[in-house]
């Protein structure tokens, strides 16, 4: 298993960016897919963005599709997710996300085997 940590949330102004970084401990971190996920309260936790365990797929929800970017880097043992252009409908706690194993993208709250302990962002308008 593999244990998460995020960073990188705060607040700040509708229109800005923030980068949410996820380290990731543990050997093997290169099996697993990754993905972010985001919840409000009161709501259930919603897929953000997937990424397959090489980097080479990518996955958005449509909600974040041309603002948001997720990206990997295995040597550290890092996921990324560069958020543009953010809206104040963006605020929630942002959870980075392991896969169970290697093969199946990480798009849902069903395929996660592992999750960070969320990092806040706020957006205001």
């Known amino acids: 298993q593999v244990q998460l940590v995020e960073s990188g949330g705060g607040l700040v102004q509708a229109g800005g960016s923030l980068r949410l970084s996820c380290a990731a401990s543990?050997?093997?971190?290169?099996?697993?897919?990754m993905g972010w996920f985001r919840q409000v309260e009161g709501k259930e936790r919603e897929f953000v963005a997937g990424?397959?365990?090489?980097?080479?797929?990518?996955y958005y929800a449509d909600s974040v599709k041309g603002r948001f970017t997720i990206s990997r880097d295995n040597a550290k043992n890092m996921v990324y997710l560069q958020m543009n252009s953010l809206k104040p409908e963006d605020t929630a706690v942002y959870y980075c996300?392991?896969?169970?194993?290697?093969?199946?993208?990480?798009?849902?709250?069903?395929?996660?085997?592992?999750w960070g302990q969320g990092t806040q962002v706020t957006v205001s308008s």
């Open positions: 996300a392991a896969g169970k194993n290697r093969i199946m993208a990480v798009t849902t709250t069903q395929r996660v085997g592992s």
């Open positions: 543990g050997r093997t971190f290169s099996s697993y897919a």
């Open positions: 990424i397959s365990w090489g980097g080479g797929s990518t």
